[in-house]
């Protein structure tokens, strides 16, 4: 059974999930990932604890990348989606016809889109990264303000 745990970022709520000591969930207040945590153990573990610990050096600006085991659920089509979102260099972005050039299947801009959407681990697999076309902030679950908030701090440092 997996467990999770809430944390308070200068976003707001976290939610954070794993499942035999990998990272499955990083998920927003309110947002749609959270029920599937529903059933799992409240209760902090040792991967829980270093993900909110270096969740909290990446608001604080002292962390660029994330060191954590990751577990991802979805089809292999979204699989490939998220391991290019991991490329994406900290302060930098990438638009959806790019992300599905790289994954080598430049026609599938909106299913890029989609596989975006449905990213379970938030933050620590960038899909804030993600942009339109044109440079326009588009779609994040956890708001564009957030998705705002979290390019301008990468930006900063």
Avoid at 20 to 37: I, M, N, Q, S, V
Avoid at 107 to 117: D, I, L, P, Q
């Amino acid at each position: 059974m997996g467990c999770y745990w809430q944390y308070e970022y200068p976003i707001g709520k976290i939610t954070l999930a794993e499942e035999g000591g990998e990272l499955t969930r990083l998920c927003f207040e309110g947002d749609r990932h959270a029920r599937a945590t529903e059933s799992f153990e409240r209760r902090e573990t040792p991967v829980l604890k270093k993900a909110a610990k270096q969740l909290d050096e990446y608001f604080r600006g002292k962390r660029r990348e994330f060191d954590l085991p990751l577990k991802f659920e979805g089809t292999e089509f979204q699989k490939k989606v998220w391991a290019a979102l991991l490329t994406i260099p900290y302060g930098e972005t990438r638009s959806y016809g790019e992300i599905a050039a790289q994954i080598g299947n430049p026609k599938a801009t909106r299913a890029v889109g989609m596989g975006n959407n449905r990213n379970p681990i938030a933050i620590i697999c960038p899909c804030h990264r993600v942009i339109g076309a044109d440079g326009s902030l588009v779609g994040f679950g956890g708001g564009l303000p957030t998705k705002e908030y979290l390019l301008k701090l990468e930006k900063a440092i």
